[in-house]
Nanobody
Framework: VQLLASGGGWVQAGGSLRLSCAAS????????VGWFRQAPGKEREFVAT????????YYTDSVKGRFTIARDSTKNTVYLQMSSLKPEDTAVYYC??????????????WGQGTQVTVSS
């Protein structure tokens, strides 16, 4: 599924941003959707995932209590609300679907991510 992440930007530590993930050509309603991020010089890592119903979510430990993943099926969009941002959250953020656990399927093609920069 081709996905486009948006909403990134520059923010001071402690600030907030909301990322959006929109799909074209296919409904996300029946898929687990995840957010991932890649910091400079590091491998891409899992951030959060949400079930098709939206009732089940899962986060990596470093963002628990600060990030919230949600979905709006009427808009075919998944969001990542990020609060209490830290400099170590600086990365390019990507969304992906389908997600199996905390990983993408083997033939997944990453779409364009969105840059999040948190200054101290």
């Amino acid at each position: 599924v081709q996905l486009l992440a948006s909403g990134g930007g520059w923010v001071q530590a402690g600030g907030s941003l909301r990322l959006s993930c929109a799909a074209s050509g296919r409904a996300l309603s029946y898929l687990y959707v995840g957010w991932f991020r890649q910091a400079p010089g590091k491998e891409r890592e899992f951030v959060a995932t949400i079930s098709p119903s939206g009732r089940s979510t899962y986060y990596t430990d470093s963002v628990k209590g600060r990030f919230t993943i949600a979905r709006d099926s009427t808009k075919n969009t998944v969001y990542l609300q990020m609060s209490s941002l830290k400099p170590e959250d600086t990365a390019v953020y990507y969304c992906a679907a389908p997600v199996v656990g905390t990983t993408v399927v083997p033939d997944h093609r990453w779409g364009q991510g969105t840059q999040v920069t948190v200054s101290s």
